[in-house]
């Protein structure tokens, strides 16, 4: 008697949607006892969406839901929770001033802080290779070792499923082998797991199968072990990934970023101090800083944008000139242009239009008169330039940033700072979040001005970003910068080694353990 | 039935103007129910609070000529909340510009009124500001809350007032009552309208709306503090000094809140009394609010916010009901606009709540 | 020499008696991520509250318990605006204290003027009479103990219950709270109506044992100095304690100096507990590092939970 196994989970016909958009559309999705399940699909394709309908934060407008093969409704996390669904958000629900054990605590129902939790915490910690001490504040704890409390949390409830959102952005490689050893080890005993990603090789590396999305709808359904790269993206994005057109080195240019032995204490009692940095930008080309959130990033580009001043005032020199001391609208005034790493609320304010948006950075543009007063007619015109030049969908210069995509509104902040003319820029992520015909054109947008002679900056995550765009690199790693190297001269396992901390290069690099294809 | 606020995509801009209205008319509302559980007759308790007092020319008078040290707190305030900066002191700043103005007025009662008069208006403006400089600096300097700080500075304001009229400025001649000599003619603010008591000050209020509105509006530095307020790490992007902002938010509602209080001594009071303010500078709160921080609406909330004191007095004497009925009316006045607020960026939903074999038998049919 | 101090202490007590309770309902309050400054309204409503009720019924802890549930009842009208209608929560909170000072005033003029048997201090059989230890630990109004009973209740359940650290958890990251699925809004309605509790119970021992009186605005700021002795205890229910006694201690120093016949006019005198504040706030702020530590970090912010 053959009898075909029961689907862990299944989804029939999943329907959501939001006063704008349809996030999730007639979604069909099965994944069996033990088996590594991606969920693939780029920013906005409606992948978050949907495991919120599985953990019962979001409930469906229609479409049926079998655990184990019974038809039900998960309205509440705890219901879910108490089905054996865990899930690991994206943005991790910590408590940076409570404790491990304290976090922990929280989120099992009926659970009390004290000795018998902490001894649960360390077996099953150690058990799956992701070591923790339950008495130590969240606070103190690294981003991936912050992963772990997530993880084990999900883990102490001993899940039938477990559900993972964009787990490896926050990830150096290493933390990431050690990751998807846990994932196998769970999916050995037994455990299914739902992985959400957009990142094509991890997916081919680590799962079993791959569901692909694409703006609400599931395009494609395959085991991503037999699929090239090139076919899953074009599953992803419904054609080939365009790439950037690269001049070769252009002439340079006079704009010129130089940082001499930084170092800074960091003003959040929970940021990371910078340690001796040392970095030239010349004009004509881009330099990438690569690594991991967290490692002082923030602090070194608040540094350099000028939303912290520093002491020594020659540590930074823009263009020739001490600028520590200098505030953002004085180095603005030298040349210096900055996309922030947040749109909302820091590169533009959701509240006010477009318009608006453009006179908080560019009003050095003949935007104001003499005696302070706004000149509404130049505003305007500069703001719909913008739009104009960067191909920004939108209903106006009158409408508010905030009706924006998050692609289009990046690329007005984008577009506006590039419109300043600046000589030395400064890019922090930004691509992140960010659909990918939009993140192409920036990336576009920086390298023109790259070939325009401008010295540029960009700092990033992705890997893949800096290795199309830059022509030298860094790795940012706990406050010190590496020194820089030609992008050519260098690859993903050698930056891998940069964030894990090792400034030499030699020996065998760490290489993720796979699966032999079948 | 489940009744639940969503989230609108846009701020509602019919709300954002009716919102106010709505607001003051569910005051006149309640003031009907509190008037009938008061054992009044509504109606008539309705025509001495609300219309009796504007009904002749010196009631007109009246009613601008308290809307003055509104407007002028008001808008102070309202250029320090829309940069998140929250004075919450004006009551004291204005007492301290009442004390500084009324002490140049005692101190040189010979002085042209050409020449005095500005001169005071100039040094209430000055003690204003440097009553608010205390919370800006303490803010600034050592990151203490502004709300907390002006607020304490409003107790020591008043009782540094009690203690000049008490002792110091005392009217040698006033019968041992703690008030100062009253002022002279040249000390005190022309008449406007005959036959009211409506002075300049008013025009002056009505100037210094104007200019905030210019500079709210039409202003780099006006945008910035809009931009502080909404966003402050936008404002730190674009180079927007968080200190100053706190700085011009802080004093820029001293200074006027020091001219309203010598609007006051120089105008209706003519002398310097223990207590120069029935509160205006906690009403002014509410009307900066109630007129939406903007100049405008600052403007008309003033008018209503001078009416209810004006309805106040009258219901004391016709009425016969205690004083703190205006002050009743301020505080539901508020709590209506705060409740009608909602709606500009929230809408209400009615949801019908299945039963659960109905939701079964929805998702089967799927 | 002895006496004399033993009297001070008790008067030291007594007047911070008055903060600890006002002050404690607030850190519970804000501890969930609410910041209500309806303080000084809520107390002058748990104050005419009660005196109408003793005034009326003769039973003064009849009053008390009507003051305490006044406090409780008005500041709902906080907890719906800012945590069901999103409003803000300065503004509101100001509001409720206009409008708790304005109600009361109203409210109470038919009993200005009225006097009420206050309540008394404890009387131990055998324990108060004994000399020097009677009078320091058994002669305090039945108010003093019962606070220092809120204080324990206080600490052991911010610190000591499940219930506790659900609600420490809501005011550091209510959104984390939600994910994880807790009620964030039902507990924050429960902390606001605590505070508000706790000031009418704070109104009503000035009214019936401290003062003891009616008067329109009898609290005279201590609302916002409760509000201050928050933060200046970093918000930690030990330090609200010693805070609120020296506090006492400096209102006392204004009827000691008038005993002495010092040459202050009694107006500056006055001033000492709103400057005393205003000293204690800048220098408590500086330290940003501890405040973030210890300070709710959505404290606040409206929540609104997004599905």
């Given amino acids: 008697m053959d009898a075909a196994p029961v689907p862990r989970l299944q989804l029939s016909g999943i329907t959501k949607r939001f006063p704008a958009v349809v996030a999730n559309d007639g979604i069909d999705l099965t994944v069996m006892p033990g088996e590594i399940h991606a969920v693939l699909g780029e920013n906005g394709a409606g992948k978050s969406t949907l495991v919120k309908i599985v953990y019962g934060v979001v409930r469906p407008d229609a479409g049926t839901i079998r655990w184990n093969g019974e038809v039900l409704v998960v309205d509440s996390p705890a219901k879910a929770r108490a089905l054996g669904i865990g899930m690991v958000f994206q943005q991790f629900s910590l408590f940076e001033t409570l404790t491990v054990a304290e976090n922990i605590a929280l989120a099992l129902d009926k659970s009390r802080v004290g000795r018998e939790l902490d001894t649960r915490i360390r077996e099953t910690s150690t058990r799956y290779g992701l070591a923790l001490d339950p008495r130590r504040h969240i606070h103190t704890l690294s981003v991936g070792e912050r992963q772990r409390v997530e993880i084990v949390r999900c883990l102490l409830q001993t899940p039938e499923l477990l559900i993972m959102d964009e787990p490896t952005s926050v990830l150096t490689p290493a933390a990431i082998g050690t990751l998807f050893g846990t994932l196998r080890r769970l999916a050995d005993e037994g455990c299914s797991i739902l992985y959400i990603s957009h990142k094509l090789d991890e997916i081919r590396t680590l799962c079993d199968r791959a569901t692909v999305l694409r703006a609400g709808r599931v395009t494609g359904n395959c085991d991503p072990r037999r699929q090239s790269s090139a076919d899953l993206a074009r599953m992803m994005i419904g054609h080939d990934l365009p790439h950037p057109q690269h001049r070769a080195a252009a002439a340079r240019g006079d704009g010129l970023l130089e940082v001499r032995n930084l170092s800074l204490a960091a003003e959040d009692p929970f940021g990371t101090d910078l340690r001796g940095i040392d970095l030239r930008v010349g004009g004509g080309e881009i330099v990438g800083i690569a690594g991991i959130s967290g490692n002082g990033q923030k602090e070194l580009i608040a540094a350099l944008a000028g939303e912290r001043l520093i002491d020594a005032a020659d540590a930074i020199v823009v263009n020739g000139i001490p600028a520590g001391q200098l505030d953002a609208a004085a180095r603005r005034a030298l040349g210096l242009c900055y996309v922030p790493e947040e749109r909302d609320g820091h590169g533009a304010v959701p509240e006010m239009s477009l318009e608006e948006n453009a006179l908080l950075t560019a009003y050095g543009q003949q935007l104001v008169t003499r005696w302070g007063l706004i000149r509404q007619r130049a505003v305007g015109a500069f703001a719909q330039a913008t739009i104009a030049r960067f191909d920004v969908r939108t209903a106006g210069p009158g409408a508010a940033a905030r009706s924006l995509s998050g692609g289009n509104l990046q690329k007005f902040i984008v577009g506006r700072e590039v419109l300043q003319g600046p000589r030395v820029m400064i890019a922090a992520q930004p691509t992140w979040g960010v659909d990918i015909g939009a993140s192409a054109e920036i990336r576009q947008a920086l390298i023109d001005l790259r070939d325009a002679g401008v010295a540029v900056l960009l700092v990033s995550e992705e890997l893949e970003e800096l290795f199309e765009v830059c022509d030298k690199v860094a790795v940012m790693t706990q406050g010190r910068l590496s020194p820089v190297r030609a992008i050519r001269e260098t690859d993903a396992e050698e930056l891998g080694l940069l964030m894990g901390g090792s400034f030499v290069t030699s020996g065998q690099p760490p290489s993720f353990a796979t699966r032999d294809p079948p | ?366 | 020499m002895i006496d004399h101090a033993i009297t001070l202490f008790a008067l030291t007590l007594a007047a911070g008696t008055v903060l600890v309770f006002a002050a404690l309902g607030e850190l519970v309050t804000e501890k969930a991520g609410v910041l209500n400054l309806g303080v000084e309204g809520m107390m002058l409503v748990g104050a005419v509250g009660a005196f109408i009720v003793a005034d009326d019924t003769g039973h003064n802890w009849l009053g008390v318990l009507a003051g305490t549930l006044a406090g409780g009842a008005v500041s709902l009208i906080f907890a719906v605006l800012t945590l069901s209608l999103m409003a803000n929560q300065v503004a509101a909170g100001l509001a409720l204290s206009l409008f708790g000072i304005g109600l009361s005033a109203f409210v109470g003029l038919t009993h200005v003027g009225h006097v009420v048997d206050p309540i008394a201090p404890l009387a131990v059989p055998v324990l108060s009479g004994l000399p020097v230890v009677g009078r320091l630990l058994f002669g305090h109004s039945p108010f003093v103990y019962l606070s220092l009973v809120l204080f324990a209740l206080v600490q052991w359940f911010l610190f000591g219950t499940r219930a506790g650290l659900i609600l420490r958890a809501i005011g550091e990251s209510p959104q984390s709270a939600h994910a994880i699925g807790h009620k964030v809004i039902a507990v924050r309605y429960a902390a606001v109506a605590f505070g508000g509790a706790c000031a009418g119970l704070s109104g009503a021992y000035m009214a019936l044992a401290y003062a003891p009186m009616w008067t329109e605005g009898m609290t005279a700021g201590r609302g916002w100095i409760a509000l201050a002795l928050v933060v200046f205890a970093n918000w930690k229910p030990s330090r609200v304690l010693a805070g609120a006694y020296l506090f006492g201690a400096v209102t006392l120093v204004q009827f000691q100096a008038q005993a002495m016949g010092v040459a202050v006019p009694s107006q500056f005198l006055a001033m000492l507990p709103y400057v005393a504040t205003i000293v204690v706030l800048a220098l408590i702020s500086r330290d940003a590092t501890a405040i973030r530590l210890n300070a709710p970090a959505s404290l606040g912010r409206p929540f609104h939970a997004d599905t």
């Fill in chain 2, 1 to 366: 039935m489940m009744i639940s606020l969503e989230a609108r995509s846009e701020p509602s801009r019919l709300m954002a103007w009716a919102s106010p209205l709505l607001a003051a008319a569910a005051t006149l509302v309640a003031g009907f129910v509190l008037f009938s559980l008061l054992g009044k007759n509504p109606v008539d308790a309705f025509f001495v609070f609300f219309i009796e007092p504007v009904a002749t020319r010196y009631g007109i008078g009246e009613l601008l000529l308290k809307s003055s040290p509104l407007m002028l707190c008001a808008l102070g305030l309202a250029i320090g909340y829309r940069a998140n900066v929250w004075n919450i002191g004006a009551e004291g700043q204005l007492t301290i510009g009442a004390i500084c103005g009324g002490g140049l007025a005692l101190w040189l009662p010979q002085l042209n009124g050409a020449l005095l008069l500005p001169l005071m208006i100039a040094a209430g403006a000055a003690g204003g500001i440097a009553w608010a400089a205390i919370p800006a600096w303490l803010r600034t300097r050592f990151n203490a809350n502004e709300i907390l700080t002006s607020l304490m500075l409003v107790y020591i304001a008043v009782l540094a007032l009690s203690y000049l009229v008490q002792e110091p400025w005392r009217d040698p001649e006033g019968f041992n009552f703690p008030q100062s000599s009253l002022f002279g003619d040249n000390a005190m603010l022309p008449l406007l309208l005959p036959g009211t008591r409506l002075n300049v000050g008013f025009l002056l209020a009505v100037a210094v709306i104007a200019a905030g509105w210019l500079f709210t509006a039409r202003t780099l530095a006006g945008f910035r503090m809009r931009v502080a307020g909404l966003a402050p790490r936008a404002a730190s992007y674009a180079g927007i000094s968080t200190g100053r902002t706190v700085w011009i938010g802080m004093l820029v509602g001293g200074a006027t809140a020091g001219i309203a209080g010598v609007g006051e001594v120089a105008g209706p009071i003519g002398q310097l009394l223990p207590s120069i303010s029935p509160g205006y500078g906690f009403a002014a709160i509410i009307v900066a609010f109630v007129g939406r921080l903007h100049p405008l609406g600052i403007a008309l909330a003033s008018l209503l916010m001078s009416l209810l004191y004006l309805g106040g007095e009258a219901a004391q004497i016709g009425l016969e009901l205690p004083s703190a009925v205006t002050r009743l009316f301020q505080g539901m006045l508020l709590f209506f606009l705060l409740a009608t607020d909602v709606f500009i960026g929230y809408r209400l939903r009615f949801r019908r709540n299945p039963g659960p074999a109905a939701a079964a038998a929805e998702s089967l049919a799927r």
